[in-house]
């Protein structure tokens, strides 16, 4: 992939609009919204990974919002994040939350997606 190729598809893939996303998505695609705050070292450096997942795992939409964005307490955005949460229909199929406690602060690709798979986030392909 060429870096111009990935930035284009990244700004139409990984989109911060993702109340609409979860609200227009086809009721058999999976949303998986990314929540995240750029001080915190872990939250930075897993959405590096997103276009790769969004790209990997085409029948999924994926977004992002950061947590003070979305008016997430403090007390969540020190202790949940980085978290994922994956849709269907609409409706919350599965969260995971504070994904450090799981593989750490600075897991690699393939283990950010084993676990997002392990915890539901992702379908196994």
Not at 16 to 31: K, L, R
Not at 79 to 99: E, H, M, Q, S, T
Not at 110 to 117: R, S, Y
Request: proline content about 3%.
């Amino acid at each position: 992939i060429n870096a111009e190729y990935g930035k284009q598809w990244y700004q139409r893939r990984v989109r911060e609009d993702y109340c609409d996303t979860i609200d227009n998505a086809y009721s058999t695609t999976d949303v998986v919204v990314y929540i995240y705050e750029d001080h915190i070292a872990a939250c930075k450096r897993y959405k590096e990974y997103l276009p790769r997942i969004a790209q990997e795992f085409p029948k999924c939409m994926i977004c992002c919002i950061r947590a003070s964005r979305a008016r997430m307490s403090a007390n969540f955005i020190q202790r949940g994040l980085p978290c994922f949460i994956a849709y269907r229909g609409g409706d919350v199929k599965k969260a995971w939350v504070n994904i450090r406690d799981t593989i750490g602060d600075d897991a690699e690709y393939d283990v950010l997606v084993e676990g997002m798979q392990d915890n539901s986030v992702l379908p196994y392909n």
